[in-house]
C-alpha cells in the first residue's frame, strides 16, 4: 500500500467514502510522483548542506578576521556568503517548480506528460529572486552578512 493510491478512499478503490470521487492513479502515475518526492527532497538536503558550508565559512571569516582584527578579511567573507545565498536560492526555487510539477501531476486529469521532469512551464510562477527575498534565506544569509559587514565597519 503507498500513500499515493491506497488506503485515502472507499472500498471500491475509488477515494471517496461513498465510491464516488477520485479516481486511482495508475502505476507510471504513481512511479511519477515518487520521482518528483525524490528530487524535492534531494534539493531540500542540498539546500540543509548549503547553509551548513555557508555558517561554517561565515564564522571562519569572523573568527580569522576578529583574531587579525582585520577589515578586509571580513569583507572578504561577504563574497563565499552572497555565492552561497544564490545558490540556497536556486535550489529553493527548484524545489518549488518541482512541487508545482507534482501538484499538477497528482490529478487524475493531468496533462503533465507520465515521467517529465520539465518544469518549465511552471518557472513563470517562481522567479529566482523571490526565492533570494524569501523569508527563511533572507533571514539567515542576511544575518550572516549584516554580521560580516558590521566587522568591516568595526575593524576599518
Known sequence: MTALNDGVGGADGTGGADGVGRQPLDADRVKHLEFIQATIARLGTNSFLVKGWALTLGAGFLALS?????????????????????????????????????????????????????????RPDAPLYRAVLSDSLGLFYGALVLTELALVIVLS
Open 66 to 122: 576578529a583574531g587579525q582584527k582585520s577589515g578586509t578579511v571580513a569583507g572578504a567573507g561577504v563574497v563565499p556568503l552572497l555565492c552561497f545565498w544564490f545558490l540556497d536560492a536556486h535550489f529553493l526555487r527548484q524545489e518549488r517548480l518541482y512541487r508545482r510539477l507534482y501538484d499538477a501531476a497528482r490529478r487524475p486529469d493531468s496533462t503533465v506528460e507520465v515521467l517529465s521532469m520539465d518544469v518549465r512551464p511552471f
